[in-house]
């Protein structure tokens, strides 16, 4: 079985910081790429930011702002969020393209998701 865990949500003000992280376990031979999504109330689901290999990508509304990391050898990723705002109000879910052990493609693997609101 493979999946994918975040933690680190919550509520925190306007201004403030928070780090969610994300682990992969499970019979996962190689991952491919990393990212984090986000979806608020009533509105469509929307990628935050991005990892493959030495490529990162920021969605404009967060540049500056967050930062995503990634520890290739433990299957782990974090993203650091710094100036929050309510607008990032959001759940946040953990997302990765993997190969899994005895299961032929690429897997597009999803965390249960992280709740991160901020107070204004």
């Known amino acids: ?9 919550g509520l925190v003000q306007s201004g403030g910081s928070l780090r969610l992280s ?3 376990s499970g019979s996962i031979f190689s991952i491919k790429t990393m990212a984090w ?3 608020a109330p ?7 930011a991005s990892i493959k290999g ?3 990508n920021y969605a404009d509304s967060v540049k500056g702002r967050f930062t995503i990391s990634r ?9 650091q969020m ?3 705002k309510p ?3 959001a759940v946040y879910y953990c997302n990765s393209v993997a190969v899994v052990r005895g299961m032929p493609g690429l897997h597009d693997l999803w965390g249960q998701g992280a709740l991160v609101t901020v107070s204004s």
Do not use: F, H, P
Not at 42 to 48: D, I
């Open 87 to 89: 607008e990032d109000t």
């Open 82 to 84: 710094n100036s929050l």
């Open 42 to 48: 009533g509105k469509q689901r929307e990628l935050v």
């Open 54 to 56: 030495g490529d990162i």
């Open 71 to 79: 520890d290739s050898a433990k299957n782990t990723m974090d993203l």
């Open 22 to 24: 994300c682990a992969a």
């Open 37 to 39: 999504y986000r979806q």
């Open 1 to 9: 079985q493979v999946q994918l865990v975040e933690s680190g949500g």
